[in-house]
């Protein structure tokens, strides 16, 4: 089984509301810090949001911040991005990330993360 599942991708109109969902297992599970990227076509991955373990420390890229919440159920070793006011330049394929030396000073890195998700289609249009 793959270490990062996503799922909850889909195609909305703008406005609308998603929520990805991510479970992690084997290695990735219990990881310190997750995170979720995004890459559009043409473009370069970049950083969405992270969450602490317990999720008293979150983060968000500018562009998301206000708009998406990134949430984890340790339980389920599950990890969520609900995201409201969706644009269309939210479109990409979102990525789950977990594990590896990432830490809170690098957790916006790609490189920091050891697992990685298949990702999940997100298609806002207008």
């Known amino acids: 089984q793959a270490p990062l599942v996503e799922s909850g991708g889909g195609s909305v109109q703008a406005g609308d509301s998603l929520r990805l969902s991510c479970v992690a297992s084997?290695?990735?599970?219990?990881?310190?810090?997750m995170a979720w990227f995004r890459q559009a076509p043409g473009k370069e991955r970049e950083f969405v949001a992270s969450?602490?373990?317990?999720?008293?420390?979150?983060s968000y890229s500018d562009s998301v911040k206000g708009r998406f919440t990134i949430s984890r159920d340790n339980a389920k070793n599950t990890v969520y991005l609900q995201m409201d006011s969706l644009k269309p330049e939210d479109t990409a394929i979102y990525y789950c990330?977990?594990?590896?030396?990432?830490?809170?000073?690098?957790?916006?890195?790609?490189?920091?993360?050891?697992?990685w998700g298949q990702g999940t289609q997100v298609t806002v249009s207008s």
């Open positions: 990330a977990g594990g590896g030396p990432v830490s809170t000073t690098n957790y916006a890195l790609g490189y920091a993360y050891d697992y």
């Open positions: 084997g290695g990735a599970i219990g990881s310190a810090l």
């Open positions: 969450s602490t373990r317990s999720g008293s420390r979150t």
